[in-house]
C-alpha cells in the first residue's frame, strides 16, 4: 500500500470518480477494524471488518470479511477500546489514494484491489508512483494507526523518502491488494 509523488496529494490530471472521509478504529486485542465512511454527498457508511493477511507474489492476499452495520450499531461497537486513524480516500481508477491526518499526515499511499493475481501482475505503475511497499507490512492501517510521527520518518527513509513536514505531500506511496473473500 503505498509510494511517493510530485507536489500535492494527488497525480497531476487524476480523474477522482469520488472522495470518500474514512475513520478507522482498530479495536485493541484484536484484528477488527469498525470503519465509519462518509461520502462527499453526505451518504455515511459503518462496517467491521477483519482482515486475515497473507503474502503472495508481492500482492497482499488473504482473507477479509466485512459486515455492514447501522448507525446505532456503530455506536456500541465504538465504545470498545481502539486506536484511530483517519484519512481521505480519493478514487484514481484502478487506485484508491489515501491523504492521512494526525501523526501521518503528509503521507500519501496509493492502494489498487485486484481479483486475481493475475491482475495485479498485470499492472504497469504509472509514473506518479514512486517506490512499492506492498510488501512492507508496516504500511498497512493495522500497523501505521500505532506509528509516531519518528517511526513514520523512519519507515520511509528506509525506501529513500524524505517527509519533512505534515504538510510535506512531495511523495506518495502505491501498492496492490488482491481482493479477499467477503
Known amino acids: 500500500m503505498g509510494a511517493p509523488l510530485p507536489p500535492g ?5 487524476a480523474v477522482v470518480t469520488r472522495v470518500r472521509r474514512i475513520s ?3 479495536i485493541e486485542g484484536t484484528t477488527l477494524r469498525l470503519r465509519q465512511q462518509s461520502d462527499s454527498d453526505g451518504h ?13 507474489d508481492g500482492a497482499r ?11 446505532v450499531e456503530f455506536g456500541v461497537l465504538a465504545k470498545l ?8 480516500r480519493h478514487s484514481v481508477p484502478p487506485f484508491g ?13 496509493a492502494e489498487a484491489e485486484f481479483n486475481s493475481a ?17 510488501e512492507d507490512p508496516r504500511f498497512t492501517g493495522g500497523h501505521l494507526v500505532t506509528a509516531s510521527r519518528q517511526e513514520l520518518e523512519n519507515w520511509l527513509a528506509q525506501h529513500g523518502i524524505k ?10 506511496q502505491s501498492g496492490r491488494q488482491l481482493h479477499g473473500s467477503n
Not at 496529494?9 to 490530471?13: K, Q
Not at 477500546?81 to 481521505?88: I, S, Y
Not at 489514494?97 to 499511499?109: A, E, N, P, T, Y
Request: glycine fraction near 8%; avoid cysteine.
Open 9 to 13: 496529494p494527488l497525480p497531476r490530471g
Open 24 to 26: 478507522d478504529r482498530y
Open 44 to 56: 455515511t457508511v459503518f462496517k467491521l471488518t477483519q482482515k486475515l493477511g497473507d503474502q503472495a
Open 61 to 71: 492476499q488473504g482473507l477479509i470479511t466485512t459486515v455492514y452495520l447501522t448507525n
Open 81 to 88: 477500546p481502539a486506536k484511530v486513524l483517519t484519512k481521505t
Open 97 to 109: 489514494i489515501d491523504v492521512f491526518d494526525g501523526v501521518l499526515s503528509g503521507l500519501v499511499l
Open 118 to 134: 493475475a491482475e495485479a501482475a498485470a499492472l504497469a505503475l504509472p509514473s506518479f508512483i514512486g517506490h512499492e511497499v506492498s
Open 163 to 172: 517527509l519533512n513536514s505534515p504538510t510535506d505531500q512531495e511523495h506518495f
